[in-house]
């Protein structure tokens, strides 16, 4: 399955200052990607870029060779894409099972391609696929953090994408759900192109393949092997990093 993300001389603009200033940048899957930043860094609004939600003001987006440039439609088609917790209002009467259906019925244009029971059996199968078969019933008003960020990744992998957004995805998770979603993201990046936004890059570095790291623009792109050098991240991060016992942690309250 096709899985690539491609910007090339991307400039976004918002309220007339410059956020994401002439960035080209390839992502290949499948593999997990790691974008890392301070806070207001510009990651949200790259990937919001990616989606088609904000339209640059110049340069294109290529997502498995289409261009979907301010064009959400066609981004949605190939990706995936899991906001911030916070961003969605979980006081929605709706049940975790019913929303995993109806993003699924949403993307089936008339005449529908598939019957009720299958679309029941495919939100079954996302739900059981991120271990949240147990409370798919339950609303989504109930579920913890982990338990809602777990349906919300099964939302987004219920028409199966090659490509999966995730911004800040263990933000607001207990630690014990924290590392629960981390090993799912992990697990899902052996198969798909799995790109997820971080302020830190210690959480993901074990499993991924590339850290991208931003600050109104692209300041560094390599293995962690490489990135994570406390010498570059003070470049970006300035005190905010601290060295630990030759662990790299960030110190920043916020995601972007």
Same mark, same amino acid.
């Given at each position: 399955?096709?899985s690539?993300?491609?910007?090339?001389?991307?400039e976004?603009?918002?309220?007339g200052?410059i956020?994401?200033?002439?960035?080209?940048?390839?992502?290949?899957g499948?593999?997990?990607?790691?974008?890392i930043?301070?806070?207001?860094?510009g990651?949200?609004?790259l990937?919001r870029?990616?989606?088609?939600?904000?339209?640059?003001?110049?340069?294109r987006?290529?997502?498995?060779?289409?261009?979907v440039?301010?064009?959400?439609?066609?981004?949605?088609?190939?990706?995936?894409?899991?906001?911030q917790?916070?961003?969605f209002?979980?006081?929605?009467?709706?049940?975790a099972?019913?929303l995993?259906?109806?993003?699924?019925?949403?993307?089936?244009?008339?005449? *529908? +391609?598939?019957? &009720? /029971?299958?679309?029941?059996?495919?939100?079954?199968?996302?739900? $059981?696929?991120? #271990?949240? !078969?147990?409370?798919?019933?339950k609303?989504?008003?109930?579920?913890?953090?982990?338990?809602?960020?777990?349906?919300?990744?099964?939302?987004?992998?219920?028409?199966?994408?090659?490509?999966?957004?995730?911004?800040?995805?263990?933000?607001?998770?207990?630690?014990?759900?924290?590392?629960?979603?981390i090993e799912?993201?992990?697990?899902?990046s052996?198969?798909?192109?799995?790109?997820?936004a971080?302020?830190?890059?210690?959480?993901?570095?074990?499993?991924?393949?590339?850290?991208?790291?931003?600050?109104?623009?692209? *300041? +560094?792109?390599? &293995? /962690?092997?490489?990135?994570?050098?406390?010498?570059?991240?003070? $470049?970006?991060? #300035?005190? !905010?990093?601290?060295l630990?016992?030759k662990?790299?942690?960030?110190?920043?309250?916020?995601?972007?």
């Amino acid at each position: 399955m096709s899985s690539r993300i491609e910007l090339r001389d991307v400039e976004v603009e918002i309220g007339g200052e410059i956020i994401i200033p002439r960035v080209s940048l390839k992502l290949e899957g499948p593999g997990l990607v790691t974008v890392i930043g301070p806070n207001g860094s510009g990651k949200t609004t790259l990937f919001r870029t990616i989606m088609g939600l904000i339209k640059p003001v110049r340069g294109r987006v290529l997502v498995n060779g289409r261009d979907v440039t301010g064009n959400p439609e066609t981004a949605g088609r190939h990706i995936g894409y899991v906001p911030q917790l916070s961003a969605f209002n979980s006081e929605f009467p709706i049940t975790a099972r019913e929303l995993v259906e109806s993003s699924l019925s949403l993307r089936l244009k008339p005449p *529908r +391609l598939r019957t &009720p /029971p299958e679309i029941r059996r495919a939100a079954a199968e996302a739900l $059981e696929a991120v #271990g949240a !078969s147990d409370y798919a019933d339950k609303p989504i008003s109930r579920l913890s953090g982990g338990q809602l960020q777990r349906v919300l990744i099964a939302r987004a992998l219920v028409w199966d994408p090659p490509i999966l957004l995730l911004d800040e995805p263990v933000s607001a998770i207990d630690p014990a759900g924290k590392m629960e979603v981390i090993e799912l993201i992990a697990k899902l990046s052996t198969r798909k192109l799995v790109v997820v936004a971080s302020h830190d890059p210690g959480v993901y570095a074990r499993h991924s393949k590339l850290i991208v790291v931003v600050n109104r623009g692209v *300041r +560094l792109a390599g &293995p /962690p092997s490489e990135v994570l050098d406390p010498r570059k991240l003070a $470049e970006v991060y #300035g005190d !905010s990093v601290i060295l630990v016992e030759k662990c790299v942690h960030l110190v920043d309250s916020h995601a972007a």
